[in-house]
């Protein structure tokens, strides 16, 4: 029986998995400058949090959720996206009652979607998302979309655009909807199945069908900015001023429409145009969702958030041709040519780990050349040799390997000498 990683899933490989968390860490870094703290939910949920809020004419919840029935009879989504239970836990734990609003808090973990994979698409994928709930400030809008931007800007990306629309809110919107079933109704039966049923649950969904995209009804479809009234139209102003205040420049598209129902007024993305991008060219996305915490049984608690997957962030950085940089792995490396060196080789590893340098050995018995040549693969800044001559006069030798000058030092002075050299 040959066993293989499931379809759309992937092993993140020590080769690749450094790169992951030198995302991490910038992830943290730039949360933890703009006040935002990190918050872990359980990678499953009931399923109804999904339908009710992500929206059942979604193709996340039509399509692509991995549902299963426990053992108690309860269904239960592996979860694929990170607002609902975010959201969900802000209720739960009345967060709403915390002195400070907006709550802000970001994720990162692993989401699960029933795709079709194909190049930054996944059906296990991490993605990083922050959200900031209670406030309905269009500056927090701002603030949310640079805080993602800094994230790439840090990472090494320069090849990126912010792309952006308001959804308005819900008298907008409900008087667009009108006047796209008036558009789409009398041609609907040119439609896919999915936007014949879209038509009565969510006609704005149909302008993000995949299937439908050429037909061209859909370029001549009425566009939500003609429908905005004044507050929404107002507050937009407001987020687009706050953005021009920061210098972030950006386009607008009256057609961007979010892929979750639970978006209203401001609604982005921010997409790669590296020549080298596949076609999936969304990095980042993300929106505001005054009704959200309330949908799920909460107070009324404006929000806003995205979601981004670490995955096409790495995927934009190659194809910019821009990767990081990776530290040495070891500080020493301990090289030992007979048994009584090796046991003093064992016991001076176990000082330099507990001094907080990284060190490490050889466990395979092999000869001096092939030990040598590990240090060089683990590009080890400095190797201490030990044989028998070493274990008798209380030494070591000590090669530096960046100017590849060697010098004996004493046992007793070997880890002064080391961290002397490592500052
Ligand atoms: P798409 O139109 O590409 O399917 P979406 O509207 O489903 O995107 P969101 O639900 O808004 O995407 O997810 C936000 C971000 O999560 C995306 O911009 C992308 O970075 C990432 N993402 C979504 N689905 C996947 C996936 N299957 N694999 C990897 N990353 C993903
Ligand atoms: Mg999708």
């Keep these: ?94 967060m709403f009652g915390y002195p400070d609003q907006p709550v802000k808090l970001y994720y990162q ?51 990126i655009k912010l792309v952006l629309n308001s959804l308005g809110d819900s008298e907008s919107r409900n008087a667009h909807r009108e006047a796209l079933v008036t558009h789409f109704s009398p041609h609907i039966g040119e439609f896919c199945k999915d936007c014949q049923s879209r038509l009565e649950k969510n006609p704005l969904r149909i302008l993000d069908c ?22 929404s139209t107002a507050y937009f102003e407001q987020v687009k001023s706050y953005l021009e205040e920061i210098g972030i420049p950006y386009e607008l598209d009256p057609n961007l429409v979010r892929g979750l129902d639970y978006y209203n007024h401001t609604a982005f993305e921010i997409m790669s145009t590296s020549k080298g991008f596949g076609a999936i060219t969304t990095l980042c996305g993300g929106g505001r969702y005054n009704g959200l915490a309330e949908e799920i049984g909460g107070p009324s ?13 790495l995927l934009a950085l190659e194809a910019e041709g821009k990767s990081f940089m990776q530290d040495p792995e070891l500080d020493v490396y301990i090289v030992t040519l007979e048994q009584a060196a090796r046991r003093k080789g064992f016991k001076l590893l176990n000082e330099l780990r507990k001094a907080g340098i990284r060190a490490d050995m050889d466990y395979m018995d092999r000869k001096m050349k092939a030990q040598m040549k590990s240090a060089d693969r683990f590009n080890a800044k ?13 030494v070591v030798q000590l090669k530096n390997m960046g100017d590849g000058s060697q010098q004996k030092v004493s046992d007793a002075a070997i880890i002064e000498t080391i961290k002397e050299q490592l500052k």
């Design 210 to 231: 995949k299937v439908d995209r050429e037909h061209p009804l859909m370029a001549s479809a009425p566009s939500l900015t003609d429908y905005l009234n004044e507050s």
């Design 382 to 394: 400095s190797v201490i040799v030990i044989g028998e001559d070493e274990v008798n006069d209380q």
């Design 1 to 94: 029986m040959n066993f293989k990683v499931p379809r759309g899933t992937q092993d993140i490989l020590p080769s690749e998995s450094w790169k992951w968390q030198q995302v991490e860490s910038i992830i943290r870094e730039v949360c933890d400058m703009y006040r935002y703290k990190e918050i872990r939910t359980p990678i499953f949920e009931q399923t109804e949090l999904f339908q009710r809020t992500v929206g059942d004419t979604t193709d996340i919840v039509t399509k692509e959720m991995y549902t299963f029935t426990d053992r108690g009879d309860r269904s239960m989504t592996l979860r694929p996206e990170g607002t609902a239970p975010v959201v969900r836990s802000f209720v739960e734990n009345k």
């Design 109 to 159: 973990g692993p989401m699960f979607r029933y795709e079709r994979q194909q190049a930054g698409r996944y059906r296990q994928f991490v993605q990083f998302g922050v959200e900031a709930i209670g406030s309905a400030d269009p500056a927090i809008d701002a603030e949310v979309i640079s805080l993602a931007m800094e994230v790439y800007k840090r990472a090494g990306l320069t090849d």
């Design 301 to 313: 608690a404006p929000g806003i958030g995205y979601g981004m997957s670490i995955e096409r962030l």
